[in-house]
Antibody
Framework: QVQMVQSGAELKKPGASVKVSCKTS????????ITWVRQAPGQGLEWLAW????????NFAQKFQGRLTLTTDTSTNTAYMELRSLRSDDTAVYYC?????????????WGQGTMVTVSS | QSVVTQPPSASGTPGQRVTISCSGS????????VNWYQQIPGTAPKLLMS???QRPSGVPDRFSGSKSGTSASLAITDLQSEDEADYYC???????????FGGGTKLTVL
């Protein structure tokens, strides 16, 4: 079955970087964009960006441009999200998800989430 | 402050019908498909309604979606205790060049 399995929880100090992985299986990796969404404690969902594993094209929410890098490894069907210059308000659960495409604009398969805590 | 707005809470008793609204603008809901997500606290969101009104496989037909102009709604009939969750609408926004989520609606089954 289609799965997205993320790396484990991270504890980082302010100013550091974090890299979260999202290993996919059960479908053709290059056929679907991978998107990243985060959720701060007790808050709603916030879209960060997406990447096409086929050609590496990316699209970022403006507030994360310059601080966020998305990459993919087609040899392992894994996507990565790296967020730099971490602040306390970056503390959140970070989710990867599969984007269904421009017909529906939905995120149909989600990873289990990775808790990133930023604290001194 | 999200550009797509939802009521923060909704409630109903078992067997009732409830609706959750989602209001946006011509930049988002008015121009792009709306998707709905269900999130049980402590778990990842789940796609509940795709492309305004399409139920992914496995979603009960008690759930339905609709869109008119710059607003959308999610209806749940025959409300059940397992429907208690947070519900989010989402749509692409041309002015922000970003996917925008509503603030979420917490559904309580009384």
């Amino acid at each position: 079955q289609v799965q997205m399995v993320q790396s484990g929880a991270e504890l980082k100090k302010p100013g550091a970087s974090v890299k979260v992985s999202c290993k996919t299986s059960g479908y053709t990796f290059t056929n679907y964009h991978i998107t990243w969404v985060r959720q701060a404690p007790g808050q709603g969902l916030e879209w960060l960006a997406w990447i096409s594993p086929d050609n590496g094209n990316t699209n970022f929410a403006q507030k994360f441009q310059g601080r966020l890098t998305l990459t993919t490894d087609t040899s392992t069907n894994t996507a990565y999200m790296e967020l730099r210059s971490l602040r306390s308000d970056d503390t959140a659960v970070y989710y990867c998800a599969r984007f269904t495409g421009a017909s529906d604009y939905g995120f149909d398969i989600w990873g289990q989430g990775t808790m990133v805590t930023v604290s001194s | 402050q999200s550009v797509v707005t939802q009521p923060p809470s909704a409630s109903g008793t078992p067997g009732q019908r409830v609706t959750i609204s989602c209001s946006g603008s011509s930049f988002n809901i008015g121009s792009y498909p709306v998707n709905w997500y269900q999130q049980i606290p402590g778990t990842a969101p789940k796609l509940l309604m795709s492309g305004n009104n399409q139920r992914p496989s496995g979603v009960p037909d008690r759930f339905s979606g609709s869109k008119s102009g710059t607003s959308a709604s999610l209806a749940i009939t025959d409300l059940q205790s397992e429907d208690e969750a947070d519900y989010y609408c989402a749509a692409w926004d041309d002015s922000l060049n970003a996917m925008v989520f509503g603030g979420g609606t917490k559904l309580t089954v009384l």
